[in-house]
């Protein structure tokens, strides 16, 4: 069946330490997005790529990388400049059309320890 | 910018009644489209109903529909015949129908709904 994986589902990082998240999907959908829940909040943009080895920053892009070198995966990589890292991170596909619904993973709890 | 706003942090509904969550948005732009998204605490996200800005015609799907008034920039949500497994965070979400804006949802800040047996 086609989805959008996310992993690891709960990750632990030090002070100081780069991580990064992955989100693969085979739906063939050719934007994905990364967003950021936190309580209160809601779900804010981090970043966003509508075709392979383009991407564009979100709302809240400080701190964060990504990449886009294949049309399945879009990588999240939190750096050590993201001051506060603890969260909830979602990734989600669309297909190119602007009539394409999302389909989102189910999520990396992120916490720094 | 556009915005979305929720003002409902919570709302409860006693089983098998009707609730409304209430959502405005605030945009510039005349083509667009609206969602409801659920998230139960497994956190996987799931559409609820989608409304279309040039559609008249509120959005209907079984047990949930919607008031959309685009003048008034509102979009509110009706669930009837409350269910257990309708507790959940519900969230309010603005996408622009305009391809350079990179189809990114902007989302409001969630209403958690609990219901009572």
């Known amino acids: 069946d086609g989805g959008i994986t996310q992993s690891p589902k709960y990750l632990f990082r030090k002070e100081g330490q780069n991580v990064t998240l992955s989100c693969e999907q085979n739906?063939?959908?050719?934007?994905m997005y990364w967003y950021r829940q936190d309580p209160g909040q809601g779900l804010r943009l981090i970043y966003y790529s509508q075709i392979v080895n383009d991407f564009q920053k979100g709302d809240i892009a400080e701190g964060y990388s990504v990449s886009r070198e294949k049309k399945e995966s879009f990588p999240l990589t939190v750096t050590s400049a993201q001051k506060n890292p603890t969260a909830f991170y979602l990734c989600?596909?669309?297909?190119?059309?602007?009539?394409?619904?999302?389909?989102f993973g189910s999520g990396t709890r992120l916490t720094v320890v | 910018a556009q915005t979305v706003t929720q003002s409902q942090p919570e709302m409860s509904v006693q089983e098998a009644e009707t609730v409304t969550l209430s959502c405005t948005y605030d945009?510039?732009?005349?083509?667009?489209?609206l969602f409801w998204y659920k998230q139960p605490p497994s956190r996987q996200m799931i559409l609820v109903i989608r409304q279309e800005a040039y559609k008249q015609q509120n959005a209907t799907e079984n047990r949930f529909s919607v008031n959309f008034q685009k003048a008034a920039k509102s979009f509110s949500l009706k669930i009837s015949d409350s269910q257990l497994g309708d507790a959940a965070m519900y969230f309010c979400?603005?996408?622009?129908?305009?391809?350079?804006?990179?189809?990114?949802?902007?989302f409001g800040q969630g209403t958690e709904l609990s219901v009572k047996p």
């Open positions: 979400a603005y996408r622009s129908a305009i391809y350079n804006q990179g189809g990114k949802l902007i």
């Open positions: 945009t510039s732009e005349s083509d667009y489209y």
């Open positions: 739906l063939n959908h050719d934007a």
């Open positions: 989600a596909s669309r297909r190119g059309s602007t009539a394409g619904g999302y389909t």
